[in-house]
């Protein structure tokens, strides 16, 4: 049974167990019956004591009475009576087999228990006690308990020893079964490892009705078994399925040990590098390879320090082919590198072909520059003779010239100026394309550079007999940080395309903020369309969320919105896309119609990504379009652009206009400043008597004055039957006559001879019937000047007698009569001579002319050398040169830096027809004070020779 020690062990703790209780069964019983003993010496003492209070005075023969009591026939005493005079009695009995008392003693009382007049104490042996009684009798006894008597025939004594007798009988047997039950088990086990289990078989010993837990156990062995043979089996399938991978693997293979030295390489490392794998020989890497680089070298020799994935660039030391070297650490349960995987892969041939990409790259490059080169030069060539064109046809005064010959000078002008903005959006599409377009944010006043653009389209929408609009709403920031350059150039493009396509109705410009929440709506919705590659970039998710450049940080207007919205032609949807593409329109159709090269909407478009924002469009074929500009509110300064005044707040503001969207306006507008309005686009009988009725309940407290919209007036007034248009046959007779309703309504009220009239109008006010405008106190123009605006309905509010009837029909406004300024005259008592230095002989005399309309006298010099020399001759009398820069014998540059060299601080100005940031910068390195592009803007010059002229 030496093989069983767990079941030896478990039979030796059991006995050990039943031995135990033994013992502590009969100690108990051993103490019961020892304190049974002390008891009964204290029911003696009790008795005793009873007995003897009962008598007052004890006798002699009274004690030996009591003594002879049943309760003392069964215990040893001794009682010494002992009288008050001093006499005393002993009494003794010793039971059987009991020792004798050796004498006559007075016990000594250390620790009593009292009860009356008695004590008495107990030990192991006896029970010492004393009486007292009240006569001085005094009783000393000592009690002997009566000793242990076990009698082994009784039950109580045999049973347990019996039992557990048979306990370890049971033990013993449930042993015997256990090792029978442990032997089958291990022979099962024996076998188990010897052969190889396809299936799972049950264990052999379930017939032999072994315990449940055998069972349990052998079924578990046998599952077990299955599985480790079956994983067995597995592993040796995926180890030859490796050997065979890593062995055919096409690329050198190898593990590497931390010290370094190769402890495995498969077939095709011995083809590639001639060796045969030997266990008793120790390799390295360093043998068959070396390092692209010192720093690879090294890295090669201490792989210890290696504890990430790298890829190496090596060669091979025979064959000097590029390689490169992956190599993977693999670590041990603690973290530390027990070694390395290596692969090789021949990239001799790819590092064949990136050495010749990288010379087409280079020389890819050299023709970029070359390109660019020659683009600076056809851009130069190219603006010199349009600064001449354009020059000239400025120099021409068209007042003196034939109907006939006006139209011949406008065309000339309008293609002109074509060509050079076809040559300006062809350069910022290289710019663009080049990734040179450089954004400058900072602080931009965008109500001004809406009235600046809207200015700058004036011309256009009259030409085409529409409406031009202008409105900033009330609560937008004046001043936000972007480009205003390229702002501007987007609201120009934008508002060029739309006048360009709008026959009829109107152009708008609406500049409003826009918050974080609305952002969310509009991108939300369906029908809407970005002009924007943020949406293919992704920067505009699938799911309609805001581009990633302004999150939701809790500002009120987080975006501002740029509006360009007409009634043209429309675009049909699916002709929207093509609206991406640089070079593309809409249609054939349109090209035709309308001309162009479909790089305006292109540029914007890329010009609105780089500053942060994206361009929507809405539109419907016949209808109209609205272009939207988004752009991040970054910065934002509110300053007031519409101010408040007292006398605005007795006004009843009466608004009469054509557009829906003047309305809207008209309302934000009135309700910020508390200006009390009523505003109307359809003003019928109906309507006009309601009018009269609220102006009569507010005679007393507010002044009312009439904005009149001139293209409203015409519209009805043309219309109606009593101009004689009764007779068009595309007007039906109901139209008729609610036209002609209208038109008297208007006509009532221009006759109202008490009611302040303004007048707004597109047409100039040389254009309108003077006898019509003598009925109006103030003329307006569109796009509307608010400012103005306000200004007049001030001035009409505190005006206590308004004329209605003007006697001379050339009498026409206050506003009217306000002297205008030549702005192109510089009055300076001697202006300063400018040096002009050019070696274009049309590009001197144009810009000789530009400079004698502003005041100034100048000379002229054709390259740079005789610039030196006109400046060392007249030094005194040259203020400023306008600098050419590409000049021959000696250009711009040149002589701008020998200039400076001699100390001289004259400012200098550079002409170029090159307007990109890289010629900037080399005239400014050269020592130039300012910029200017070809062709010459005059406005652009007067600014910068007043701003130097100021400065020096």
Known sequence: MQQFQSLKRLLFFYILTLLIMLALYYAMMLSTLKTQ??????????????????????????????????????????????????QTYVYHHIQPQEAEFTSVTFPTLTSTSTTNNSSYQIDNETLTGRIKLENGHQIYVVLRHQPLNISWISYQFWLPLMTAIMLFSLALLYALKRRTNWEQLIQYTDSLAISSKEAYIPPPFVTEKATPEFLRLGHTLSRISYQLHDHHRRIKTLNQRLEHLVNQAPLPMLIVMRQGHISFFNQRFEQVFTTAFQRHNHYSLTDFLTGSDKATQQLLQKLSTLRVTRNLLVYGLEDRQAYQLHITPWFGAHGQVHGFTVILNNIDNLI??????????????????????????????????????????????????????????????????SMLAMLNDMLDMAKIKAGKADIVNEPTDIFKLGQHVSDLMIGSARRQGINLLYFFMPDSPRYISTDGNRLRQILLNLLDNATKFTSSGYVALVIEPITYEQMRSITSLDNKRTLTTIARNQNLAPDNRLPNTVTNTGAEH???????KDTGIGIAESEQDKLFSYFNQANRQISQNFGGTGLGLAISNSFAQLLGGFIQLDS???????????LPCHQPTYQPIYHFHSSLMHIRFIVIVEQDICVTFFQHLCSHLSLPVSIYTDLDDKAAQKLYEQLELEAKILQPILLLDYEYYETYTHLAPVTGAIDDPSIDNQQRLVNSEQSQVIHKLLNDTSLPKLLLSMKPERS???????????????????????SELIRLSQTTTVTLKHEDSSHTSEHAKK?????????????PTILVVDDNLTNQKITCKMLDKLGYPSLVADNGRQALERLDAQRQQISLILMDCRMPVMDGLQATQVIRSQGSSIPIVALTANNTEEDREACRLAGMDDFLAKPINKDKLKTVLKSLMTAE
């Open 352 to 417: 064949t072909q990136a050495d010749d990409l990288h010379l087409q790259n280079q020389q890819l490059q050299l023709q970029i520059k070359e390109f660019t080169k020659l683009r600076s030069i056809i851009g130069h060539e190219l603006r010199t003779p349009l600064n001449a064109i354009i020059g000239t046809l400025g120099l021409i005064e068209a007042h003196r010239l034939t109907p006939r010959q006006q139209e011949v000078l406008s065309m000339l002008t309008q293609s002109s100026q």
């Open 558 to 564: 987080q975006w501002m919105r740029f509006s360009v």
């Open 768 to 790: 309108i019937p003077s006898s019509f405008l003598d009925q109006f106190d103030g003329f307006l123009n569109k796009p509307l000047d608010v400012a103005l605006l306000l």
């Open 819 to 831: 002297p205008t300024m030549d702005n192109n005259t510089v009055e300076v008592a001697s202006a």
């Open 620 to 630: 419907e074929l016949d209808v109209g379009s609205n272009f939207a500009l988004y």
């Open 37 to 86: 003993s002390q008891t009964h010496s204290q029911v003696v003492f009790a008795a005793l004591q009873h007995e003897i209070i009962d008598h007052a005075v004890p006798t002699e023969t009274e004690i030996e009475n009591i003594v002879t009591k049943p309760f003392f026939q069964d215990i040893s005493y001794q009682l010494i009576f002992m009288l008050p005079s001093g």
